[in-house]
């Protein structure tokens, strides 16, 4: 008797540490929310209810200016580092060359180094090849870093992958851009895309690598907020973020979802 | 011989884009990283060619030192705090219905992808002097002067934390599920105390997820230049903040190049110590 008194008193002290950790990493981002609905301009205390940011985000033209830059360089950095990093995976996967050891290695470097030094030896590359600081240095850097993600994602969908099914294609005389385009692409399709969307979602919060690949008039989201958090965040960035985040929250949630009904389906 | 030429054409169709690009916008800027360390700096930023020591030696003074060891040290105070704080999370969560882990997993993939930079805004003006979290302890009596959670080493601290502790619960809850419950059910048979089977049983086969976790903490919390730089104090706090002001602020590129080589250097030492130790480098990615 006292011992499952003991064993439940235990467990809801397990729950309340779950609860108390997930607090944790949540103050912030319901303050967020709170305080898009905020009437005050200043963060500091709540003074009333209003919608008035929600309606009055998108005159701010210069945030509008940072988050139109953000998506650009989102979808093209995802688009170019999905094409070179899927194409790459399976080619590393499929072939032996010189020098493929030292791509190998290569591709976790941006994953492991602090992101800092990618970006100040980026910065140093582009000076000296002259290039000019702008959306397209952004591309470049964060095409860097996101490739590596999407080949270990992909890469781990090869690891399942039946060889057969590819040279029983090219016997039927399929030629290597249809067997790639009609056998392979379709299996490794989770692979791709998991790997797309980390790199959107890495690329749409990046800062370090941002900061240090920008040039004037090519601001990004992230920047735009750091900036202003030196100054005092307007409630605007508030009703934005909110925006941003209930998307992101209903896109993980629509996939945990989908995954939770495999698992009941599982037990059942 | 024309289909040995078309195979020839695929794999160098496919293998071509993506070495060439990890050997120009990866190897390439750290190779040039290195040589710029060794190089005078010019006047305007930027660098003039030459080779010297001067930008290591430089790295010798005592401010610089001090810097280094100060990051090291805060880093690694992170790390323990970080694997203290998710260690029980994991391990509880793992013995949860597969229902509840992945909602609660769920939970902690959330955070990873609302902005960074808002959060940290956020917990500062939780934190001030006339934040929520001052005002709550003040009203509860605990304290009667507001502490100073925000703009000092303490700041930095819970910034780090709150930013990385995902990066911590990740691997460890992978290798805390994977732990075979028969093998804590023999141990406790054979006469073990609940104790003694988590020191013995359950701390080594979860060793990987507890390196994993660190490193993947440990090594970017020295870079992380933006977060001490907006909730840490006036003193520099991070390997980060050095270089960053080095290559912005006061324009001497060879020198911040070497104390990028040394972060480097120290990244490096740190994989290869994870290696020795058994740690395998895809579980890094945080998939």
């Known amino acids: ?268 | 011989m024309k289909k040995k030429f078309k195979s020839n054409l695929a794999k160098f169709a496919m293998i071509t884009p993506i070495s060439l690009w990890m050997y120009i916008m990866v190897a390439l800027p750290f190779l040039y990283i290195i040589l710029i360390s060794f190089m005078h700096p010019g006047t305007y930023g930027g660098v003039e060619l030459g080779v010297t020591l001067d930008n290591y030696k430089e790295l010798l003074n005592p401010l610089y030192l001090v810097t280094f060891g100060r990051s090291i040290v805060m880093s690694t105070a992170v790390t323990c705090v970080c694997l203290l704080l998710a260690y029980p999370f994991c391990y509880f969560v793992a013995k949860k219905n597969d229902i509840q882990k992945k909602i609660l997993m769920s939970c902690i993939m959330i955070t990873f992808c609302v902005s960074m930079i808002i959060r940290l805004f956020m917990w500062i003006n939780l934190l001030r002097s006339e934040g929520a979290v001052n005002h709550f302890f003040i009203n509860i009596g605990w304290i009667q002067v507001p502490l100073k959670l925000v703009y000092s080493n303490m700041g930095a601290m819970i910034g780090l934390i709150y930013m990385l502790l995902p990066f911590m619960i990740l691997p460890l809850f992978n290798s805390i599920e994977k732990i075979d419950y028969t093998i804590l059910e023999a141990a406790c048979d054979l006469g073990a105390k609940p104790f003694q089977s988590f020191i013995n049983i359950t701390i080594p086969l979860t060793k990987p997820g507890i390196f994993a976790g660190s490193v993947m903490v440990f090594i970017p919390s020295m870079g992380l230049y933006f977060v001490t730089d907006l909730m840490g104090g006036s003193k520099t706090l991070v390997i980060g903040n050095l270089i960053k002001n080095q290559f912005i602020t006061a324009r001497n590129w060879p020198l911040g190049a070497a104390m990028s080589v040394i972060l480097m250097l120290i990244t490096y030492l740190l994989l290869k110590a994870y290696q020795m130790a058994g740690g395998s480098m895809d579980d890094l990615s945080g998939m």
């Open chain 1, 1 to 268: 008797m006292i011992k499952q008194k003991k064993k439940k008193t235990v467990g809801a002290l397990r729950n309340l540490y779950i609860m108390l950790l997930i607090l944790f990493l949540y103050v912030p981002i319901a303050m967020v929310v709170l305080f898009s609905f905020n009437t005050s301009e200043m963060n500091i205390v709540f003074e009333g209810f209003t919608l008035k940011w929600y309606g009055s985000f998108y005159e701010n033209r210069t945030l509008m200016e940072s988050l139109e830059n953000t998506l650009i360089i989102a979808v093209a950095s995802t688009f170019i580092s999905v094409v070179i990093g899927t194409i790459g995976a399976v080619g590393l996967g499929k072939y032996d060359f010189f020098g493929k050891k030292m791509v190998d290695a290569l591709l976790y470097v941006p994953i492991v180094i602090p992101e800092i030094v990618l970006g100040v030896a980026l910065l140093s590359l582009f000076t000296l090849m002259d290039l000019y600081m702008g959306l397209g240095t952004m591309i470049l850097g964060h095409v860097t870093f996101c490739i590596p993600f999407v080949v270990i994602s992909v890469r781990a969908r090869l690891a399942g992958f039946d060889k057969s099914l590819e040279e029983a294609s090219m016997d039927l005389g399929g030629n290597h851009l249809a067997t790639f385009c009609n056998v392979t692409l379709p299996l490794i399709m989770p692979g791709v895309v998991s790997g797309a969307m980390l790199s959107m979602s890495l690329s749409l919060d990046d800062i370090v690598i941002s900061f240090f690949c920008s040039g004037p008039g090519s601001t990004t989201l992230p920047l735009k907020i750091l900036d202003m958090v030196k100054h005092g965040v307007s409630p605007e960035v508030n009703a934005l973020s909110s925006i941003i985040t209930f998307i992101i929250i209903i896109c993980i949630s629509l996939d945990a979802g989908a995954q939770l009904k495999k698992v009941k389906l599982g037990t059942i």
